[in-house]
């Protein structure tokens, strides 16, 4: 049986014209806004929301950066600055701080004994990287040759390739 394979699984769908539905809300959003303001403010003050507006509802509906919309950025980054920045997981000591967890590496050991669990940690690190199974060495190929007949009945040799 064959089965279609679906293609193009990360583009939307044009709903709207030219636009997606997520670009649509968007635009719609922002002009209903300037709409609304402009029967509410004076003139120039609806100019100038509008252009915010306008702008910021283009900009979520149309830019992408690294392949990810403008609304996943700024929610990644509010995220990223209202988290607490200090991972520390002491489940015998929940009030030790990150001075307190400084101050015990650095008297635990000397320097040379630093040095050493480092490059054991770096070779095991480059063991379990790479692997310790050899790899095979390559066998050598002989040529083959095969005898085929011809649509005209003549017989012609032919070197055969196997390319498994």
């Known amino acids: 049986m064959q ?3 679906p293609q193009f699984i990360e583009t939307e769908d044009k709903i709207v014209g030219p636009f997606t539905l997520r670009q649509f809300i968007y635009i719609a959003i922002g002009g209903s806004l300037s709409f609304m303001l402009y029967f509410s403010v004076r003139p120039w003050l609806w100019f100038l929301f509008s252009i915010f507006l306008v702008g910021g509802s ?13 609304l996943n950025l700024f929610l990644s980054m509010v ?6 920045q200090v991972y520390l997981w002491q489940p015998d000591n929940p009030q030790l701080k990150k001075q307190d967890v400084i101050n015990s590496a650095s008297a ?3 320097l040379l004994e630093r040095i050493v669990s480092g490059m054991v940690l770096k070779n095991t690190w480059a063991a379990l990287q790479t692997g310790s199974k050899q790899s095979e060495t390559p ?4 040529d083959r040759y095969e005898v085929f007949r011809r649509l005209t009945g003549e017989r ?3 070197r055969r390739v196997d390319y498994r």
């Open 3 to 5: 089965y279609q394979v």
């Open 58 to 70: 283009l900009a979520l509906a149309f830019v992408k950066i690294n392949g990810r919309p403008l």
């Open 79 to 84: 995220a990223f600055y209202w988290r607490p």
């Open 108 to 110: 635990e050991g000397g």
């Open 139 to 142: 066998r050598s190929t002989k």
């Open 156 to 158: 012609q040799a032919a």
